[in-house]
């Protein structure tokens, strides 16, 4: 919806790339350029990966890039990119999906200090931004918290109010309902929010939120596999498993991500589905005589 409106409020025309583009950072640079696109909507992986391709060829040609969706870290070439005389204008915006954008950045490629270390942004005009400890009270400024989030909230999530009452409490001070982000954050002087890390095991895999045990739960289902352990690295869902003691054959990872692709629909490891590691490291068994 975000896209869609911003196009038309700047009276663009929204261009939607196809999957295949996006798997190919030189296929995607050139559909860019040749549909005359100026305004870039992409994730932090996304962005790295087309600023390496723009190091290499000089393209694509854009002019805003607006970062949502995961953690920003510029990588040195989209650093470069950005920073370069002609390079995009860089803008990183948060919003889970409970609440869509809430916090947002000014142009980061116009500061060279926080393009190096970009923060979450400064709250949005509807929105109130707060830093709680566990006891649900306010923390100092500089001083790492959970971020919650009052304002243009979700009514919770269907057909579960548990989880709808866990993450949308009410009654904290004068607020009277906000949204439990599981963010944790530390208030910056000049209002900004800088992200920390996760007050649970909770990952974001292109784009999506998915829990560890998601994916270790899926290999049980999988020939072969007696144990896993999932986790997230720089973006890329990574996935060690150990093969049983009565498994016919060795292990092969490229065999379990096609398993996993089979799994959770679509058949194809190289699709877009979250769930789908995109490194598997098979952990020989080893035996114990105690």
Not at 113 to 135: F, K, R
């Amino acid at each position: 919806m975000q896209e869609l409106l911003t196009a038309v409020a700047g009276r663009h025309a929204l261009v939607v790339v196809a999957e295949e583009q996006r798997q190919d950072m030189s296929a995607l640079a050139r559909f860019l350029d040749s549909q005359g696109v100026d305004v870039l909507f992409a994730t932090n992986v996304v962005l790295n990966a087309l600023a390496r391709e723009y190091a290499r060829s000089g393209k694509p040609s854009v002019s805003v890039l607006v970062q949502a969706g995961e953690a920003l870290q510029p990588s040195a070439d989209l650093r470069a990119w950005c920073s370069s005389p002609d390079g995009p204008a860089l803008y990183n915006q948060y919003g889970p999906t409970e609440t869509h954008v809430v916090l947002a950045t000014g142009n980061l490629s116009a500061d060279s200090a926080a393009l190096a270390a970009p923060s979450l942004g400064t709250p949005l005009p509807h929105v109130q931004a707060l830093v709680l400890d566990e006891q649900l009270q306010p923390v100092p400024d500089g001083e790492p918290g959970e971020l919650y989030i009052a304002g243009a909230l979700a009514d919770g999530y269907l057909d579960d109010p548990e989880l709808t009452a866990e993450r949308f409490p009410a009654g904290i001070g004068a607020v009277p309902r906000c949204h439990r982000t599981g963010d944790v954050v530390v208030k910056n002087p000049d209002g900004s929010f800088e992200y920390r890390g996760r007050a649970d095991d909770q990952m974001k895999v292109r784009g999506v939120r998915i829990a560890p045990a998601e994916v270790v739960a899926i290999a049980q289902a999988v020939a072969g596999i007696a144990e896993a352990a999932a986790c997230e690295v720089d973006g890329v869902l990574c996935l060690a498993v150990v093969a049983g003691a009565d498994a016919p054959d060795a292990v092969i990872a490229d065999d379990v991500r096609e398993q996993y692709a089979q799994l959770v629909g679509g058949g194809d490891p190289a699709g877009n589905n979250a769930l789908v590691p995109e490194r598997v490291l098979v952990v020989p068994r080893t035996t114990s005589d105690s």
